[in-house]
């Protein structure tokens, strides 16, 4: 199929017939295509903003655990060398921050109150940096200091149950390895997330008081914060190269794996509505190219009866279906280009919308989302307004390519 | 001075009837038609309508397919052409004029005449021969024209240079003069008359234009589908000696 100049200006031409029609073509393209990019952008800032919010309310993008933590997610497994191993993922050159941490089940009491609860022993200045649970929440009292022993930080709705006051001295029993082991931790600080489910879940002490009060305590787990979420899959890929004895390296996706499949469900569903989106576009274009080429039926004989083949009147419609794509890629880059831009610069404020920023699984949201922006707003506009628009005009084209000359010019 | 007649035949119609099928409804337009159409002709298909001309038309440009006959086109018998074949037939062989002009009203008279050029192939030289057929026809001051900017003479005498621009062996020009006023159809007639004898384009029309019958040199009459009378006019006769 070759299409020289003449045929080129033709099917340019062709368009400024009705230039109404091109226009409103152009512009449902755009608007649907816009409205592909807009839901893009905030899919993929979202997508981006729920990670960083899993990685860095504990679970990080990447965790060292014992390889049979997957199957069992018992915390009493401990973590092989776990000292060497935290200086290893430390000195990776993709890590931003790494925490290594313990965790005992316990029960706390208070006079006559008690409750059950997870202990975390932590790292506290690389907890600091890892965790926003930490950084993010208001704090009453200090978070703890590293090798500080005896000292507990607790969620503020858990000091509420416990009916506690900063100072105050808990009991806290643990359940070692292979016994229970119990000790006074004093209220060194009390942590507000602004949710309470989050607030009940905090019960935090140093490495060195875990190891205090059941002997070795070592580390179940490096929490691992990437500088680039992109790089994710290489990283991965490095640090488990460096994994000694049982440990591994799992990804958030393997740590919340219930979290990881409602994303991917969030992402599919909103792909099912840009796809519906598009497809509704791609009939009205179907339909106008359709109505576009009936309309001129008499014209396509004539260019059949001097002698242009099928696959050059197919080639000529989808050539002007390609600029009725192009108008609507800029449209759809106007429209939809300034929305993401607004988007990722000033972000939907979601206070408007929501009052507990606690996730499932405990994860400390942002309180806006911002959508992302960028160069590939570019090439998504083009591919999509571009591919829908040709594909949409396929069976239009093919119907130009097979009017019956004669029986078009008998009834023109 | 008219065109030699050659031996060359062009068209050769053995028995070509043409049935069209409209529900259960069957419309005989042809009849078992016989026709031989020389190189160098200037034909008149003439009729009372519904009698089978354009038919008769459609089918020796390969526009339509016969019901049953036979319909060699330059030595190529149609009906078992493909669809490309018969593209390529039209392209290389044959020129079309239609009673309603149809030029693309987008493209100028030149590039409407050059289209065709371009579709043969012709590179370089297309604009340059497109704009030499204008002049010679004398349109060369309508040639950045659009059709909707032209008079229908206008219009039709470019849709005559369009349909010779590629030199064709034969064209087929289907009530050429319907919708021309008497002065325009006879510079039209004039100007097809000097491409028959200068270039030797054999022309077939079909036609209710008495002006149109007067110009040729044979006048085939259909009455329902069939060949009534086919005479060619005594000077021509001996021209075709």
């Known amino acids: 199929m070759k299409l020289g100049t003449v045929a080129l200006k033709y099917a340019a031409r062709s368009l400024t017939r009705h230039t109404r029609r091109t226009v409103i073509s152009m512009a449902g393209v755009g608007v649907g295509c816009a409205m592909a990019l807009i839901a893009l952008s905030w899919m993929s800032g979202a997508f981006e903003m729920q990670i960083r919010a899993i990685a860095e309310s504990g679970a990080g993008h990447l965790m060292v655990v014992h390889r049979d933590w997957e199957k069992t997610r018992e915390n009493t497994l401990r973590l092989t060398d776990w000292q060497e191993t935290l200086e290893a993922v430390r000195a990776h050159p993709g890590i931003r921050a790494c925490s290594a941490r313990a965790r005992a089940n316990g029960l706390l009491a208070f006079g006559n109150r008690s409750a059950g609860a997870q202990i975390m022993a932590v790292l506290p200045e690389d907890e600091f940096e890892v965790s926003r649970i930490i950084s993010r929440s208001r704090m009453e009292g200090h978070y703890l200091e590293d090798e500080e022993i005896g000292a507990v930080v607790i969620g503020k709705a858990l000091a509420r149950r416990l009916n506690v006051e900063l100072d105050d001295d808990l009991y806290a029993s643990l359940t070692g390895k292979d016994d229970i082991h119990s000790a006074m931790l004093r209220i060194a600080g009390i942590i507000d997330t602004g949710s309470q489910d989050l607030d009940l879940t905090i019960c935090h002490v140093t490495v060195a008081t875990m190891e205090s009060i059941i002997g070795a305590a070592g580390a179940g787990e490096i929490s691992i914060l990437l500088k680039e979420q992109s790089e994710l899959a290489s990283v991965q890929k490095s640090l488990g190269a460096l994994m000694t004895g049982d440990n591994t390296v799992v990804s958030w996706r393997e740590v919340q794996p219930a979290l990881s499949a409602g994303m991917d469900g969030d992402v599919a569903l909103m792909r099912l509505l840009t796809a519906i989106v598009i497809t509704v576009v791609a009939l009205g274009i179907a339909s106008a190219q359709l109505t576009a080429v009936l309309e001129r039926r008499t014209e396509f004989a004539v260019l059949s009866a001097l002698g242009m083949k099928g696959s050059q009147i197919t080639g000529m419609v989808l050539i002007e279906s390609l600029i009725i794509g192009i108008g609507g890629a800029l449209i759809a880059l106007t429209l939809g280009g300034l929305a993401a831009w607004y988007l990722a610069t000033e972000g939907i404020n979601l206070a408007y919308f929501v009052e507990d920023f606690t996730g499932p699984s405990d994860i400390l949201l942002d309180p806006y989302i911002y959508g992302s922006f960028g160069p590939w707003l570019i090439k998504y506009a083009l591919s999509i307004s571009i591919i829908a628009t040709v594909v949409a005009s396929l069976y239009p084209a093919w119907k130009a390519s097979h009017i019956a000359p004669a029986e078009a010019l008998r009834t023109q | ?241």
């Open chain 2, 1 to 241: 001075m008219a065109a030699v007649l050659t031996d060359e035949t062009l068209v050769h119609a053995k028995q070509v009837t043409k049935v069209y099928h409209t529900g259960e409804v069957d419309t005989y337009a042809l009849r078992g038609i016989d026709l031989e159409v020389k190189a160098g002709d200037f034909l008149a298909i003439v009729g009372p309508s519904g009698s089978g001309k354009t038919t008769l038309l459609n089918l020796i440009g390969a526009l339509d397919n016969i019901t049953d006959g036979t319909l060699e086109v330059l030595g190529s018998d149609v009906s078992r052409m493909s669809r490309r074949q018969r593209a390529d037939l039209r392209l290389h062989a044959l020129g079309f004029i239609f009673q309603a002009y149809n030029l693309f009203p987008v493209l100028t008279a030149q590039e409407n005449v050059q289209f065709v050029l371009e579709l043969q192939g012709v590179n370089n030289e297309r604009g340059r021969r497109a704009r030499e057929v204008l002049d010679r026809l004398g349109l060369g001051e309508y040639a950045n024209r659009r059709p909707p900017q032209m008079s229908g003479g206008q219009q039709q005498r470019v849709a005559v240079a369009r349909a010779v621009a590629s030199k064709p062996r034969l064209v087929l020009a289907d009530e050429p003069t319907a919708n021309l006023d008497g002065e325009n159809a006879g510079i039209l007639l004039d100007m097809m008359r000097d491409l028959n004898e200068n270039q030797h384009t054999t022309f077939i029309f079909s036609t209710h234009d008495p002006r149109v019958v007067a110009y040729a040199r044979r006048v085939v009459t259909l009455v329902d589908g069939q060949v009534a009378k086919d005479i060619v006019k005594e000077s021509d006769a001996h021209d075709a000696g």
